[in-house]
């Protein structure tokens, strides 16, 4: 199993900038995670494009 990558998001509620592990064997990822500052609940996406490129997006889940 590869390693994790570490990623920053900025919290689309707080605006508070946190780490993320993210697995890399899945090229295209979605999910949920709460921000670990307000709680809030952010949707992650997280995309490894041909060239295992990271881009990480959070938006508010009810946004």
């Not at 508070?16 to 949707?43: F, G, H, I, K, R």
Request: hydrophobic content about 35%; aromatic content about 6%.
């Amino acid at each position: 199993m590869p390693a994790l990558e570490s990623a920053t998001i900025q919290c689309p509620y707080c605006w508070e900038t946190q780490e993320l592990s993210v697995d890399p064997s899945a090229e295209d990822q979605e999910y949920v995670e709460d921000c670990q500052v307000c709680c809030q609940p952010m949707l992650v996406h997280v995309v490894f494009d041909d060239d295992r490129n990271l881009t990480v997006t959070a938006v508010a889940e009810n946004g």
